[in-house]
């Protein structure tokens, strides 16, 4: 009987996240029963193991109903985003920092300390990156959303020190290929290179083809997740937190990479309309070291090859 908990399960990385439980276990072991926890469900999942429950990680009766059988591992994905944050203090608060925390007490006193992966972001590090960010840079989080997670990171490693979870919290970069239009985010570029090149559509992009970013596909993030579950949890630093590998990566060699792949006349497709502010937020990235993180197992996608077989097959 192996029971996982997965919060914010119907986002983009949760959706990933579940068909791999399904369909391959957690650590060679099938998954018996899987409770999805969102705000809301599309529609009913087919599988019988999995179970719904709609409602907000911010009410106690949530949690506690999610964990009324005995659970092995928790995966924490859901999230408001920065810029929602930002525009309201309130509800940030409420489930970037107050529900992880939550999430982490009600697990008080269970026999046996489930696993409890949290899902923490790049954004920790803020806005004056050093010229090469590593494992011993020091977050400055310019952000209320960065803020949070970097407290919920916290937040992990106390509760796997007293004994609640046995915990470890993987800073995210940004993952592709997010379907749709990406609601307005402004990184949302970054994704819609791959889903307009593949059909042969136009784009503009927010930045110039030199801007680099860092870069991780949806399936590979997925694997790092799924790593940090089952990892012997006696190899996890004191901060139990990690950042995940990236491949670090400018727009060009996207847009060749893309080119290659699906005709070289996808290249003309492209327009690049440099704005200054979202050039320096998402274009801007030094080289980011994670020799610690690789020692753990995890990694990034190899080449821009595999990044976008594997952005765009989730
Ligand atoms: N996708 C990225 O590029 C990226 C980068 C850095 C960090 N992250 C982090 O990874 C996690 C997963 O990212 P994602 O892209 O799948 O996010 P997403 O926004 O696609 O999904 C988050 C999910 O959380 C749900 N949610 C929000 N508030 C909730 C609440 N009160 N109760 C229950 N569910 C709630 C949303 O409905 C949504 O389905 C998030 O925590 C995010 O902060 C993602």
Known sequence: ???????????????????????DGLGG??????????????APHADRRVVQLAGSIAHADVRVLAYSTPVDAVFHLASIPGGAAEKNYALG???????????????????RPPRFVFASTVAVYGEQL??????????????????????????VAD??????????SLRLPGVVARPGDGAGMMSAFMSQLFWRLSAGE???????????????????CVD??????TVDPERFNARRSYQMPVLRLSIAEVVDALAARFGDDRKALVTYAPDPFIERLF????????????????RHDGNVDQLITRAMSG
């Open 283 to 298: 274009a801007t990235y030094p080289p980011l070291l994670t020799p610690e993180a690789e020692r753990l197992g995890l």
């Open 1 to 23: 009987m192996t029971h996982v908990v997965i919060t914010g399960a119907q986002g983009f990385v949760g959706r990933v996240l579940v068909k791999r439980l399904l369909s």
């Open 224 to 229: 790092n997740l799924l790593h940090a579950a």
């Open 202 to 220: 136009p784009i503009t992009v927010p930045v110039s083809p030199e801007g680099v970013a860092w870069w991780i596909s949806v399936e590979q």
């Open 93 to 111: 608060r409420s489930i970037n920092l107050d529900a992880t925390l939550g999430l982490l007490e009600d697990l008080r006193g269970h026999t």
């Open 130 to 155: 050093p010229a090469t960010v590593d494992e011993a840079t020091l977050p400055a989080p310019a952000l209320s959303y960065g803020a949070h997670k970097l407290m919920g990171e916290a937040l």
């Open 159 to 168: 509760a796997s020190r007293l004994g609640w979870v046995q915990g470890c």
């Open 29 to 42: 072991r099938a998954v018996s029963k899987l409770t999805l926890l969102d705000i809301a469900f599309d």
